[in-house]
């Protein structure tokens, strides 16, 4: 089976833009959660998607959205973007859910704000 | 809400000498899941402990739950090079998942 995939592996932009991120899911994994990574901070969850469904969401302002389509890819998006928001994003895919199942981390989009 | 704290943060080792690393959750957990990250890379899960006071061993690492499923250490014997990274522990509670800050091990030949 082929693993999760996400896109872009890396992505420069300047403070105010936008950026979406793509995620891929393994194949039959409905589970779709986003994690920010930080040296300072960890990794501070952001969302999970199940079934198009918001199932689960962080402590992060309203900046951070995302959605998930039929076929289980999550795109998250960030607007307005801040220096701080630089960090590697990576998602997680499962079969049934983040809190129950194994979670398959994706490589992960590293976002530089400039 | 929910914490989880994860001592310490970093550790030095010689190659050889053992390492321990501990997870402390805020609340009651139903389960609690341990991953490891290579520099550069992603997290990868090692695995889940789900029982009270359970003990899991998977070849030179073995995975404790404490008995109040509030705590779990992860012990390292004798250390290889190979087993440089950080290791992360996530506690599961009312459907959340929250990682600790987790475990930089390093290891000198």
């Known amino acids: 089976k082929a693993g999760v995939t996400q896109t872009p592996r890396y992505l420069i932009k300047t403070r105010g833009q936008q950026v979406t991120l793509s995620c891929s899911p393994i194949s039959g994994h409905r589970s779709v959660s986003w994690y920010q990574q930080t040296p300072g901070q960890g990794l501070q969850f952001l969302f999970e998607y199940f079934s198009e469904t918001q199932r689960n969401k962080g402590n992060f302002p309203g900046r951070f959205s995302g959605r998930q389509f039929s076929n289980s890819r999550s795109e998250m998006n960030v607007s307005t973007l801040e220096l701080g928001d630089s960090a590697l994003y990576l998602c997680?895919?499962?079969?049934?859910?983040?809190?129950?199942?194994?979670?398959?981390f994706g490589p992960g989009t590293r976002l530089t704000v400039l | 809400g929910q914490q989880v704290m994860q001592i310490p943060q970093y550790q030095h080792v010689q190659e050889g000498e053992d390492f321990t690393t501990y997870c402390n959750s805020s609340?009651?957990?139903?389960?609690i899941q341990w991953y490891k990250q290579r520099p550069g890379g992603h997290p990868v899960f090692l695995i889940q402990?789900?029982?009270?006071?359970e003990v899991k061993k998977q070849k030179r690492l073995t995975f404790q739950f404490g008995e109040a499923k509030k705590n779990s250490s992860l012990h390292i014997t004798a250390t290889q090079t190979t087993d440089v990274g950080t290791y992360f522990c996530a506690g599961n509670a009312g459907n959340m998942l929250t990682f600790g800050g987790g475990t930089r091990l390093m290891v000198k030949p």
């Open positions: 402990l789900v029982k009270s006071g």
């Open positions: 609340t009651t957990l139903s389960n």
């Open positions: 997680a895919s499962s079969l049934l859910g983040m809190s129950t199942d194994t979670q398959y």
